[in-house]
Each structure stands twice: as structure tokens, then as C-alpha cells.
């Protein structure tokens, strides 16, 4: 277990207000991160993962709790944790070095110039520099958006199912690339998923939530080394606890 | 044949067709294409032409532009701002639907037979659907793009001038060719009223002045003629991210 606490969630609560009716969707939310972790968290569709990960965002003030990052507490959007959605949300009006650039509006020219090429190499853009995102794939357009975040050197990265839109193969790929990334960046890394075998395959640890109104029903310590063998029996015996854990049967 | 060349075989033909539709007809109903010709010619003689589009131009510009000055700003900042947009909307909702031609006492009783009239009258009407296009193109514009920009921690005036206005542009641009296009049919009905010249007014002193149909019909080829050149111009700035 990494030693240094990164991010703390205690006792979260969120209510979503509509039409005059209140929907609870966090309940009593507690989750401990570590730094440098990887952790990915999986839950039921429509259970309040993303809301989970807006909180810790900033973009969603909780109705009681508090968000802790290095002990102080989350009141905004920062530029030290980057949140990146399913959607594409890489701007259509920028080149690819224009979108790597986009946060980096602070920093001298030089520096940005630098990033932007370490960016690039490092996500595999290089020779789509000056390539508009219509002119990518879904999976080229997902890896900018990483390297988008990247760029500005977060301490967190928070990825709401990043890699949902893509088609498998290129997920698979996109896995892959993801760890070699984190290897290299080491940053804290939250991800939700609603693939077990996804979270399984990246992750230092999971955390399963429950339905709605939801909360951190247990954590699973992945212990296998990276690369991982999707068919060695540790691999097997993790996922199928993460999927009694969610209360589905392994047989389809 | 060259696919390109198809639309003038086209028109070609259906202006051979009204020539000989109009001699067999023998009535005085409309003007043959020569007699429209000759109305385009007569103008030219006279130094009417570029004297009347000119005049028509000028008004729509300067109609069109102060429209655009001041209803794209005012509509993105509606847009950007839920109350005010609440508090506005009945307001706009009850103007939208007046004809700009409604308009055309007041104008005349605010200032006078001229062109700040005519101008006035295409303000008004350029207003009102760039004021809605202004409101509506930052509505639009996808969540994932606002959050983006808050995440990397901008301000409210970089927010707006990096990623709402970029945004917003390819629906903006398309907004103001539509209303260009209106513009250029208001100023005729504009001119037919409140102004001396222009080519609203060619074809109502036409009509007065000795029936000169062929300088009705003549008019209305130049109107149509140059309002299809003017969404050309337009065109040829729209924006599409999704194809680059």
C-alpha cells in the first residue's frame, strides 16, 4: 500500500434537486487514495461514479463531507487534477499541438514548446502535430486528450470511462498505452469504469460501489505484476470477486 | 456535358422558353427576357445601376453591421447567463415576431423619409435573429469544452474569448448569412417607402412613372442577382470543425 494519502473522501453526500424532487446519489462516500496509486472504480451504470469523480474534480460541490487533497480541502476545478470525460472533449478548433497547448496559457513560450513535443512523443501524436482532431481516430483523439491533461503536470488525473466510446481493439491498445504513460508520469490516477476487466488489467486497486444511492462497498488489492496475464488463475479469482462483490452471476 | 456547366444549360433554356412563351402569349402580362435586358441596359445608360445598388448596399450594411455589433456580444452574454436570458426571453419572444415592415411608420415618424430610416428598418430586422442566433450558439456549446476550460483553471474573459466564442463561431457565421440574406429582402420593401433611390425604389417608380414593367423585371433580376452573390461572399466563410 503507498504510504502518502493523496486524496481523502469522508463522509461524502450528494443530492441531485430536480422538478422540486431530490435524488440522493452519494451516500456516506469514504475513499482513500494514495500517491501515485492507480485505483479504478467500478460500479453498476447510472450509479453516481462520474458524480463521484465530479466531486473530487471541484466541478460538484458535495452537500455534506469533504474532499481532501495533500489535507486541503477541494472547493473548484484546479489545474492540479485534470478530470477527462468520454465524450471528446478535445477542441475542434485546435491543432493537436494547439490542444496540448490549451493549458499551458500560463507558461513561457519555450516551456510550452517543450511540452508540447514531450506530449506528443510520449502519446504517440508525432507527424499529427498540425492535424485538426476531425482528422484522428476515436483512439488518437482519447490519447490528445490525455496528452492534453498531461500537459499541464497534474497530480491527479481523473478519467471517467476514457476509453467507453472506443471499439475493443483499440481499447485494448489504449490500456496498454495508458500504463506505459503512468509508468513513465507517475501521477494519481482515478478511473471509473463499468468494465471489470478493465479495471482488473490497470488498476492498483478497485473500488466496487454499490447502486444508488451509492457508497464504497469494498476495495480489492490487485497484487499481480505488471504485464498482467488475463488468464493466470490470481487474475481469474480477483475478477470474478469483483463481480460477486456487484452481484453478477460469471456465466452469461 | 461538365457537371458545372449544367445550371447555366439550364437557365439558358428556361430564358429561350420565356422569350418565345411571351411573343406567343401577345399579351402584356410580362415582359420578354430581351425587354428585361433592355430595362438592365437603359439603367446603365442612365448611370442608375451602380447609382441604386450602391445605394441599397449601403443601407444593408450599415444596418447589417450595427445589428452584428451589437447583438452578437449582448446575445452571447444572454446565452452565457441563464438569468438573464429568464428575464429577457418573453421580451424578445413578443418583438421577434413583428414584421420589420411593421416598423415602417415609426421609422419614418422617428427619422424622417432618408436612409437612417431605411437603415433603421434593416436593423431592426437583422437584430432580433442575430440576438437569438447569439443566445442559442452558446447554449449549444458541449459542456465537456466549458469544464475543460474551468479545469485549466481560466477566468471568465479567457473562457469567453478561447472556448465559447471558438465554439459558438461556426454557429454564428451561419446565423449571420441567414440574416444577411433577410436584410436583403428588407431593404427592397424598405426602400419602396422611405427612400428616393435604391432598388426597392427603381421598382416602385417604375411601376409609377409609366408602367416600365421591363424595369420592374429588370430590377428584380439585379436584386435577385445580387443577393445570391451576397450568400455566396457569406458562404464561403462558414465553418465546419467536423470537416477540416
Redesign the interface.
Known amino acids: 500500500m503507498p504510504v502518502d494519502t493523496k486524496l481523502s473522501a469522508s463522509h461524502l453526500n450528494f443530492c441531485y434537486k430536480r422538478d422540486g424532487k431530490t435524488t440522493q446519489v452519494l451516500s456516506d462516500v469514504n475513499l482513500i487514495v494514495g500517491e501515485g496509486e492507480f485505483l479504478c472504480i467500478v460500479g453498476p451504470s447510472g450509479c453516481g461514479k462520474s458524480t463521484l469523480l465530479s466531486t473530487f474534480a471541484g466541478f460538484l460541490s458535495p452537500n455534506s463531507g469533504e474532499v481532501r487533497i495533500d489535507g486541503g480541502v477541494v472547493s473548484g476545478p484546479d489545474p492540479r487534477r485534470i478530470l477527462v470525460f468520454q465524450e471528446p472533449g478535445v477542441f475542434p478548433w485546435l491543432t493537436v499541438e494547439g490542444n496540448i497547448e490549451f493549458g499551458l496559457f500560463r507558461k513561457p513560450r519555450a516551456e510550452r514548446q517543450r511540452r508540447i513535443a514531450h506530449y506528443i512523443e510520449l502519446v504517440g501524436l508525432k507527424g499529427f502535430e498540425k492535424a485538426y482532431p476531425a482528422e484522428l481516430s476515436g483512439g488518437m483523439k482519447q490519447r490528445l486528450e490525455v496528452a492534453r491533461a498531461l500537459a499541464v503536470n497534474p497530480d491527479i488525473l481523473l478519467l471517467d470511462e476514457p476509453f467507453g466510446a472506443l471499439d475493443s481493439i483499440t481499447r485494448l491498445t489504449m490500456r496498454r498505452e495508458l500504463l506505459r504513460i503512468w509508468r513513465e508520469e507517475r501521477n494519481t490516477v482515478i478511473f471509473v469504469t463499468h468494465d471489470i476487466d478493465e479495471a482488473v488489467q490497470l488498476a492498483d486497486r478497485v473500488a466496487v460501489m454499490s447502486g444508488r444511492p451509492t457508497n464504497i462497498q469494498q476495495t480489492f488489492l490487485i497484487d499481480i505484476e505488471h504485464p498482467r496475464d488475463i488468464s493466470a488463475p490470481r487474475y481469474l479469482e480477483l475478477r470474478n470477486a469483483i463481480l460477486e462483490e456487484l452481484g453478477i452471476a460469471h456465466y452469461v | 456535358m461538365p457537371v458545372r456547366l449544367r445550371p447555366i444549360v439550364f437557365i439558358v433554356a428556361l430564358l429561350v422558353l420565356w422569350h418565345f412563351a411571351v411573343i406567343r402569349s401577345s399579351t402584356h402580362l410580362l415582359p420578354g427576357p430581351m425587354e428585361a435586358l433592355g430595362g438592365i441596359a437603359d439603367l446603365v445608360r442612365h448611370g442608375l445601376l451602380v447609382k441604386y445598388v450602391t445605394a441599397s448596399l449601403f443601407r444593408v450594411t450599415w444596418g447589417f453591421v450595427a445589428a452584428t455589433v451589437l447583438a452578437i456580444p449582448l446575445g452571447l452574454v444572454i446565452g452565457w447567463y441563464r438569468r438573464f436570458e429568464m428575464a429577457l426571453n418573453p421580451l424578445i419572444q413578443i418583438f421577434r415576431p413583428i414584421s420589420p415592415l411593421a416598423w415602417i411608420p415609426m421609422a419614418i415618424l422617428w427619422f424622417g423619409v432618408g436612409d437612417l430610416s431605411a437603415v433603421f428598418l434593416i436593423f431592426i430586422s437583422c437584430f432580433f435573429p442575430l440576438l437569438l442566433t447569439a443566445i442559442n450558439s452558446v447554449q449549444r456549446v458541449?459542456a465537456?469544452?466549458v469544464?475543460?476550460g474551468?479545469?485549466?483553471?481560466?477566468g471568465p474573459a479567457?473562457l469567453i474569448y478561447?472556448?465559447l466564442y471558438?465554439?459558438a463561431?461556426p454557429q454564428l457565421i451561419t446565423g449571420l448569412r441567414i440574416t444577411l440574406g433577410i436584410a436583403w429582402l428588407v431593404v427592397v420593401a424598405a426602400e419602396m417607402i422611405s427612400v428616393n433611390s435604391g432598388l426597392g425604389f427603381l421598382i416602385v417608380d417604375a411601376r409609377n412613372a409609366g408602367n416600365r414593367y421591363d424595369l420592374v423585371v429588370a430590377g428584380m433580376l439585379i436584386i435577385g442577382a445580387i443577393g445570391c452573390l451576397l450568400d455566396l461572399g457569406m458562404g464561403s466563410f462558414q465553418l465546419d470543425?467536423?470537416?477540416?
Open positions: 458541449p465537456v469544452y469544464n475543460a474551468r479545469n485549466f483553471g481560466m479567457s478561447r472556448v471558438p465554439a463561431l470543425y467536423s470537416e477540416n
